[in-house]
């Protein structure tokens, strides 16, 4: 399993920026896929993750302006994210779990800048 994620940036505050992942070595479809993020000095945490029936799933602190989709012809999850805040500059980093073991993309870099 592979997973490549793309779409960061650096935006300013308000501003929006569309996260891609694109997922092989899976029947994708039948997964649920998601995302996380990690400030500096912060660990890991939940962002949002939509299932394979696409019920949807997110952190308190982006609902309502992030949106997580998904294109299972193209095996790729998105996530939309709109009206950015400094406090959401993190790596972002798509996950799903195959065979019980968690899976990662390599994280690409938001940042938003004040």
């Known amino acids: 399993v592979q997973l490549q994620a793309s779409g960061g940036g650096l935006v300013q505050t308000g501003e929006s920026l569309k996260l891609s992942c694109t997922a092989t070595?899976?029947?994708?479809?039948?997964?649920?896929m998601g995302w996380y993020r990690q400030a500096p000095g912060n660990q890991r945490e939940f962002v949002a993750n939509?299932?394979?029936?696409?019920?949807?799933n997110y952190a308190d602190s982006v609902k309502g302006r992030f949106t997580i989709s998904r294109d299972n012809v193209r095996r790729t999850v998105y996530l939309q994210m709109n009206s950015l805040k400094p406090e959401d500059t993190a790596v972002y980093y798509c996950?799903?779990?195959?065979?019980?073991?968690?899976?990662w993309g390599q994280g690409t870099q938001v940042t938003v800048s004040s």
């Open positions: 996950q799903t779990v195959y065979n019980l073991r968690d899976y």
């Open positions: 070595g899976l029947n994708f479809r039948l997964f649920t």
């Open positions: 939509m299932t394979s029936s696409r019920s949807t």
